[in-house]
């Protein structure tokens, strides 16, 4: 996982039972979702190449 902000290398990190994945170089934080994101954007995807 690369941050989308910078193209740091990204940790996941545990906190309060929520997954995140934090950047070293800019700290940002970022949620890691449930898989069900993962299908919205599959979906969102073929949706965009039809
Ligand atoms: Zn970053």
């Known amino acids: 996982m690369n941050c989308p902000f910078c193209s740091g290398k990204m940790l996941k990190h545990i906190r309060s039972n929520n997954l995140y994945w934090f950047c070293s170089d800019c700290r940002q934080e ?10 919205v954007c599959l979906s969102a995807k ?4 039809t």
Do not use: V
């Not at 970022?30 to 299908?39: G, T, V």
């Not at 073929?46 to 190449?49: A, H, N």
């Open 30 to 39: 970022l949620p890691i979702q449930n898989k069900q994101l993962r299908c």
């Open 46 to 49: 073929s949706l965009t190449e």
